[in-house]
């Protein structure tokens, strides 16, 4: 086991560490600036300089994050099954749902502001819109595609439609939601950054754009680290929520469902 | 539990614009194991499943009386070709998978799928996951969710085609003892399947199919590979199945 997961932990991190390298390497060959392109070194001594802005900050990006998701993956949870139960809203819902998919998540955060104000509000909202999508399609076509057999077993059974939809579409779509769940924990930042950039007096987001107009590159890229780490904690702490709610569908084990 | 006979009218299944087959009649008298041979795409598999009541998406008609005259549902049971075991459930938790699905929760239920996976031999593995059984194992589980059901009428869909040979030998024997005494209408393609089982033996055939009975060997069952009855049988058997396709 431990021979085994050392090596799994210490690949990532080699493949950081050579690109810090890598990242030096440009700056000490091409002598690029320090105001376009800051050192490792300088974003490492912003981070721990100004490590108590970035934890202001940081704390309402990660509840913007949050609670986007959450709200977001409840709101396309419950899309996704009144569109497997109900018939009539497939046929009214379905091509809107498709429709807004086309409308552009840059030029919808300026209207939120507008409406929402400048507060958590807008960002979480927006957040929410971004993982939406794809935990209701995701889930929807999980849902769609259970297997006949098993439709069949139910119905020997003697279920009903709700007995069916929760008891065994439901788990049998678990999978295909995970991969929608997985899309939306990496999505969920980029919503609640996007929503920052538009108009913001705290977050991330925000603490960029304000590093950036006073030419403190070093503290952007520190503000991006922080980001970058957070997204990344994100996306493994929903894989391993996964993993426990799925403890039959481990890799290399069942996977031909 | 008393099995009831079944009685079919006014079997009807449109395909497209072509009739596979109409106002078939036919009986299946209670406590009887009947096979149902028939070609690929003879409508076999369609007959049974229209039987069961199962969704169809082709036009399809058919009226089903019991001997008690009380409803099918709830006393029927069904297995398919594929073991239908859901991977979310353990090996117990799939064995008494109808009581689950239906929300009933006993300590009564427990042991029941306890006994009902000791009598496929598979008692030990209870707590497994599907995923770690081989085919013929599922098949078992498949066999002990059957069983657990209690129904009175069983129909199985091939049930036993997507395992090996020899495994598919040792299931006959199982499946005759724990599902003797019921109502069983078993569709199969092998008609070595068919003589080791049935009592009565119909084959699904021409165009519009009919269905033309044939008889069976009158030695107990299950009959073994090297019945004399066994084997005789099986060459007309064949036969009969054969011909279809030259009178097309």
Same mark, same amino acid.
């Given at each position: 086991?431990?021979?085994?997961?050392?090596?799994?932990?210490?690949?990532?991190?080699?493949?950081?560490?050579?690109?810090?390298?890598?990242?030096?390497?440009?700056?000490?060959?091409?002598?690029?600036?320090?105001?376009?392109?800051?050192?490792?070194?300088?974003?490492?001594?912003?981070?721990?300089?100004?490590?108590?802005?970035?934890?202001?900050?940081?704390?309402?990006?990660?509840?913007?994050?949050?609670?986007?998701?959450?709200?977001?993956?409840?709101?396309?949870?419950?899309?996704?099954? !009144?569109?497997?139960?109900?018939?009539?809203?497939?046929?009214?819902?379905?091509?809107?749902?498709?429709?807004?998919?086309?409308?552009?998540?840059?030029?919808?955060?300026?209207?939120?502001?507008?409406?929402?104000?400048?507060? /958590?509000?807008?960002?979480?909202?927006?957040?929410?819109?971004?993982?939406?999508?794809?935990?209701?399609?995701?889930?929807?076509?999980?849902?769609?595609?259970?297997?006949?057999?098993?439709?069949?077993?139910?119905?020997?059974?003697?279920?009903?439609?709700?007995?069916?939809?929760?008891?065994?579409?439901?788990?049998?779509?678990?999978? %295909?939601?995970?991969?929608?769940?997985?899309?939306?924990? !990496?999505?969920?930042?980029?919503?609640?950054?996007?929503?920052?950039?538009?108009?913001?007096?705290?977050?991330?987001?925000?603490?960029?754009?304000?590093?950036?107009?006073?030419?403190?590159?070093?503290?952007?890229?520190?503000?991006?680290?922080?980001?970058?780490?957070?997204?990344?904690?994100?996306?493994?702490?929903?894989?391993?929520?996964?993993?426990?709610?799925?403890?039959?569908?481990?890799?290399?084990?069942?996977?031909?469902? | 539990?008393?099995?009831?006979?079944?009685?079919?009218?006014?079997?009807?299944?449109?395909?497209?614009?072509?009739?596979?087959?109409?106002?078939?009649?036919?009986?299946?008298?209670?406590?009887?194991?009947?096979?149902?041979?028939?070609?690929?795409?003879?409508?076999?598999? %369609?007959?049974?499943?229209?039987?069961?009541?199962?969704?169809?998406?082709?036009?399809?008609?058919?009226?089903?009386?019991?001997?008690?005259?009380?409803?099918?549902?709830?006393? /029927?049971?069904?297995?398919?070709?594929?073991?239908?075991?859901?991977?979310?459930?353990?090996?117990?938790?799939?064995?008494?998978?109808?009581?689950?699905?239906?929300?009933?929760? %006993?300590?009564?239920?427990?042991?029941?799928?306890?006994?009902?996976?000791?009598?496929?031999?598979?008692?030990?593995?209870?707590?497994?996951?599907?995923?770690?059984?081989?085919?013929?194992?599922?098949?078992?589980?498949?066999?002990?969710?059957?069983?657990?059901?209690?129904?009175?009428?069983?129909?199985?869909?091939?049930?036993?085609?997507?395992?090996?040979?020899?495994?598919?030998?040792?299931?006959?024997?199982?499946?005759?003892?724990?599902?003797?005494?019921?109502?069983?209408?078993?569709?199969?393609?092998?008609?070595?399947?068919?003589?080791?089982?049935?009592?009565?033996?119909?084959?699904?055939?021409?165009?519009?199919?009919?269905?033309?009975?044939?008889?069976?060997?009158?030695?107990?069952?299950?009959?073994?590979?090297?019945?004399?009855?066994?084997?005789?049988?099986?060459?007309?058997?064949?036969?009969?199945?054969?011909?279809?396709?030259?009178?097309?």
């Amino acid at each position: 086991m431990r021979s085994e997961y050392l090596p799994r932990l210490l690949r990532p991190l080699l493949a950081v560490v050579i690109l810090i390298a890598l990242w030096q390497l440009v700056i000490t060959v091409t002598g690029v600036p320090r105001y376009i392109l800051p050192a490792p070194l300088a974003v490492g001594r912003a981070l721990i300089a100004e490590r108590a802005l970035l934890a202001h900050h940081a704390i309402t990006t990660v509840i913007e994050i949050l609670g986007g998701l959450i709200g977001g993956v409840l709101l396309g949870l419950v899309t996704a099954l !009144s569109l497997a139960r109900f018939r009539p809203l497939r046929r009214t819902l379905l091509p809107l749902l498709l429709v807004s998919q086309a409308i552009p998540l840059f030029a919808l955060a300026p209207i939120l502001m507008l409406w929402l104000g400048y507060g /958590l509000g807008p960002k979480i909202l927006m957040a929410m819109i971004i993982i939406y999508f794809p935990v209701a399609s995701t889930g929807y076509d999980g849902l769609r595609q259970t297997p006949q057999g098993w439709l069949d077993l139910a119905r020997t059974f003697g279920l009903n439609r709700r007995q069916v939809l929760f008891r065994v579409q439901l788990p049998a779509a678990l999978p %295909s939601l995970a991969s929608g769940l997985r899309m939306a924990a !990496s999505a969920a930042p980029i919503g609640a950054v996007i929503g920052e950039w538009v108009g913001a007096s705290r977050g991330l987001g925000f603490l960029m754009l304000n590093a950036n107009a006073r030419l403190q590159i070093d503290v952007m890229f520190a503000a991006l680290v922080v980001l970058v780490v957070f997204a990344i904690l994100l996306y493994f702490g929903v894989d391993a929520l996964l993993r426990l709610a799925m403890p039959w569908h481990r890799d290399g084990v069942a996977t031909e469902y | 539990m008393t099995p009831p006979g079944l009685h079919v009218r006014n079997a009807s299944l449109t395909f497209g614009q072509r009739a596979l087959f109409s106002k078939l009649e036919c009986e299946f008298p209670a406590s009887s194991w009947t096979c149902l041979l028939g070609r690929s795409g003879s409508g076999k598999s %369609s007959l049974l499943r229209m039987i069961a009541g199962l969704h169809l998406p082709d036009n399809h008609h058919l009226d089903l009386t019991t001997s008690d005259g009380e409803a099918l549902r709830g006393r /029927l049971a069904w297995m398919a070709q594929q073991d239908l075991l859901v991977p979310w459930e353990r090996v117990l938790g799939n064995v008494m998978l109808g009581a689950r699905w239906r929300g009933e929760r %006993s300590a009564s239920a427990v042991a029941r799928a306890r006994e009902m996976l000791a009598l496929v031999g598979l008692a030990e593995r209870a707590d497994a996951w599907p995923a770690a059984l081989s085919g013929g194992q599922r098949q078992r589980v498949s066999l002990a969710r059957t069983l657990f059901e209690d129904a009175s009428v069983v129909l199985m869909d091939e049930p036993f085609s997507a395992v090996d040979a020899i495994t598919r030998l040792e299931l006959h024997e199982l499946a005759y003892r724990l599902l003797a005494e019921r109502t069983v209408i078993m569709v199969t393609h092998d008609p070595l399947e068919a003589l080791r089982l049935a009592e009565r033996i119909l084959v699904l055939k021409g165009d519009p199919a009919r269905l033309v009975p044939l008889a069976a060997p009158e030695t107990p069952r299950p009959r073994a590979l090297d019945d004399a009855e066994v084997q005789t049988r099986q060459t007309a058997l064949v036969a009969e199945l054969r011909e279809t396709a030259d009178a097309q």
